[in-house]
């Protein structure tokens, strides 16, 4: 299904409940598609994920516009929350040309994850299989 089950629903999870936790419980994930042990360099911005507001209704732009999305990414830089590249929009990729904000952590209940558009790496926790 495409989009936010229900208009007006809360889609994202307090930092409390998801347990964000500082960048050392960060790393970048094993990737058959890339070289093995690329880095990251804003890995330490994820210490701050959980201070920015985590309640939203949506991507901002999409409602705007009108229009539904898949997933949604919160910046860990500014708190902007936009749907992923599988949206219409792709507005948190959108975000990130514009302000230069590199990394996107996932709003989904079942995913515990970032993206660093910088770096093209896949965040997860430490300990984590992707």
Do not use: K
């Amino acid at each position: 299904m495409d989009g936010p089950r229900e208009e007006g629903v809360v889609v994202s999870v307090p930092s409390e409940e998801r347990g964000v936790v500082d960048a050392e419980a960060w790393e970048v994930a094993p990737d058959g598609g890339r070289p093995y042990g690329r880095p990251c360099a804003h890995l330490g911005l994820l210490s701050t994920a959980g201070s920015t507001p985590t309640r939203t209704v949506g991507c901002a732009d999409c409602l705007s516009r009108g229009w539904r999305w898949v997933r949604l990414r919160r910046c860990v830089t500014c708190g902007n929350v936009g749907c992923c590249d599988s949206s219409r929009g792709a507005h948190a990729h959108d975000h990130y040309t514009r302000t230069g904000h590199p990394v996107g952590l996932s709003l989904a209940a079942d995913e515990d994850w970032a993206w660093c558009f910088a770096d093209e790496v896949f965040l997860i926790r430490s300990g984590e299989s992707p």
